[in-house]
């Protein structure tokens, strides 16, 4: 066998290996960083309807990602019911979610609340999307969201 037919076919066993084996982040941290959906508090959504960063000085480690609060009020309140106000799929783009699992990060400000839980996107412009269809894709992400990311760790 050729030397260039050998890379080609380690390529492949590597590139199948990979996708089968790797699994995302349960939660949408940074890439330099351990930070849940970047920096934004979770709880303010639902308590103060809008985004809002969290402080450095409020922070609670769950699943793995550090999660930012702007009060002690809030990040008291999420550690009670840390399910009750963390976004679904962990904090990855709903609308992408939807879409055979892919994990795209987010926007803060492209957020939604339906029927108490939060829904996070990329974009307002992906979110009207999303708004669209809404109950089709939260079924379709409920489905991938457990095989797309290591969820099933926690």
């Not at 679904?88 to 926007?107: F, K, L, P, S």
Request: hydrophobic residues 40%; negative net charge; charged residues 20%.
């Amino acid at each position: 066998m050729s030397h260039f037919k050998k890379l080609m076919t380690l390529l492949i066993i590597g590139f199948f290996s990979e996708t089968v084996l790797a699994a995302d982040d349960a939660i949408n941290t940074g890439f330099f960083n351990n930070t849940a959906i970047d920096g934004y508090d979770t709880v303010a959504y639902f308590t103060q309807s809008k985004a809002i960063k969290g402080n450095e000085q409020y922070i609670l480690t769950w699943r793995g990602a550090d999660w930012q609060f702007s009060s002690q009020q809030n990040l008291d309140l999420f550690k009670a019911a840390p399910e009750k106000y963390a976004p679904q799929y962990g904090g990855w783009c709903a609308y992408a979610m939807a879409d055979e699992g892919n994990t795209v990060r987010i926007d803060g400000e492209a957020w939604d609340i339906h029927e108490g839980k939060l829904y996070l996107n990329y974009s307002k412009s992906v979110q009207a999307k999303w708004h669209k269809k809404q109950l089709d894709y939260i079924q379709q992400a409920d489905k991938f969201y457990p095989i797309a990311t290591d969820v099933s760790n926690y």
